[in-house]
Nanobody
Framework: QVQLAESGGGLVQAGGSLRLSCAAS????????LGWFRQRPGKEREFVAA????????YYTDFVKGRFTISRDNAKKKMYLQMNGLKPEDTAVYYC?????????????????WGQGTQVTVSS
C-alpha cells in the first residue's frame, strides 16, 4: 500500500518555474514506478512523465520534453517534477501516481495509487 500527497503547486507567470513534490508513505515505495499526470480544465487526465523504481529511466510526453524533469529520492520517499518554461496551457491539477511494478507506465490505468492533486496555474 502506498499513500501519496502532492505539494508545490501555485500561481506563476508564463516562463516561470515550479517544483512539485510528491511525498509517499508505505513500504513498497522503493519498488514502485512513479508518474505524474495532469488534468487541464475541461480535459481528461493526461500523462506527463514517468520514472522507474530506481530512477534510472524516465519518459516524458512530447509537450513537456525539454521543460519538465522528473526525479525521485527513494531514501526520502519523494518524487519531484521540476517545471521550467511554464506556459498557460500547462495550467492543470497535477497528480502523482504509483504502480506496483518496476517499469514505466504511461497510461493511468497502469497505476494503482493516486494523490489528491495540486493546482498549477500559469498566467499569461
Amino acid at each position: 500500500q502506498v499513500q501519496l500527497a502532492e505539494s508545490g503547486g501555485g500561481l506563476v507567470q508564463a516562463g516561470g518555474s515550479l517544483r512539485l513534490s510528491c511525498a509517499a508513505s508505505g513500504r513498497t515505495f522503493g519498488s514502485s514506478a512513479l508518474g505524474w499526470f495532469r488534468q487541464r480544465p475541461g480535459k481528461e487526465r493526461e500523462f506527463v512523465a514517468a520514472i522507474t523504481w530506481s530512477g534510472g529511466s524516465t519518459y516524458y510526453t512530447d509537450f513537456v520534453k525539454g521543460r519538465f524533469t522528473i526525479s525521485r529520492d527513494n531514501a526520502k520517499k519523494k518524487m519531484y517534477l521540476q517545471m521550467n518554461g511554464l506556459k498557460p496551457e500547462d495550467t492543470a491539477v497535477y497528480y502523482c501516481a504509483a504502480r506496483n511494478a518496476l517499469s514505466l507506465g504511461v497510461v493511468g490505468a497502469e497505476y494503482d495509487y493516486w494523490g489528491q492533486g495540486t493546482q498549477v496555474t500559469v498566467s499569461s
